[in-house]
């Protein structure tokens, strides 16, 4: 704990502050700590603007996420992806370089948002798997649907196909193949 002394002392030296005085100052000086933009918030850099709408776009035509819920974990999930891809590129540079304190770290950073890629992506497949069986239970006879019991097991291994995709005859051969033939090992 600080004396009377000491606090009166901190006090007056906090007034003659040498810090950033201007807008433009403040935002430069924020980003100081900033090395990497692989811990708090998402940052985008101006080079990585369109590479990212792709990555977004295509995950979201794929997921399709709905409702305020499933758009925050998809927000979760593309952030922790987006990280992972730049993992990679610094990875293989701090390797180049032979700088192992950073590649110590990296690893760190990749185990931490791997996590957080799979948990949202989990998250994502329950609440799209529960909405699409409360589809179901109301409207049981909608066309171009899988039967119940084989949309459980579908949904272990991946989003829910689009109708035109569950119509087609082949990619429902294939389903089923995977779905029903014995695990590897199992005559």
């Known amino acids: 704990m600080s004396s009377a002394a000491q606090q009166t002392a901190n006090q007056s030296n906090s007034t003659r502050s040498t810090g950033p005085r201007t807008p433009e100052g403040e935002a430069k000086v924020s980003q100081n700590a900033n090395r990497h933009n692989l811990t708090g918030r998402l940052l985008i850099r101006e080079d990585e603007h369109a ?12 997921i399709q996420p709905t409702g305020a819920l499933e758009l925050t ?21 701090s390797l180049l370089n032979a700088d192992f304190p950073q590649l110590d770290r990296l690893t760190r950073y990749r185990a931490q948002h791997e996590r957080s890629f799979y ?12 909405r699409e069986l409360q589809e179901r ?6 066309p171009n649907l899988l039967p119940l019991a084989d949309f459980a097991k579908v949904k272990r291994i991946g989003f829910v196909l689009s ?16 779905l029903f033939s014995p695990p590897p090992g199992q005559v």
Not at 53 to 60: D, G, K, N, Q
């Open 51 to 62: 590479a990212f709408a792709h990555f977004e776009e295509s995950h979201r035509a794929q």
């Open 137 to 142: 239970v109301a409207n049981p006879n909608k």
């Open 119 to 130: 948990r949202a992506l989990q998250e994502l497949k329950a609440l799209q798997t529960a």
């Open 73 to 93: 974990l998809f927000a979760q999930f593309i952030a922790a992806g987006w990280n992972l891809q730049r993992i990679e590129a610094l990875q293989s540079e």
């Open 163 to 178: 109708p035109a995709e569950k119509a087609t005859s082949e990619v429902s051969q294939l389903l089923k193949d995977y």
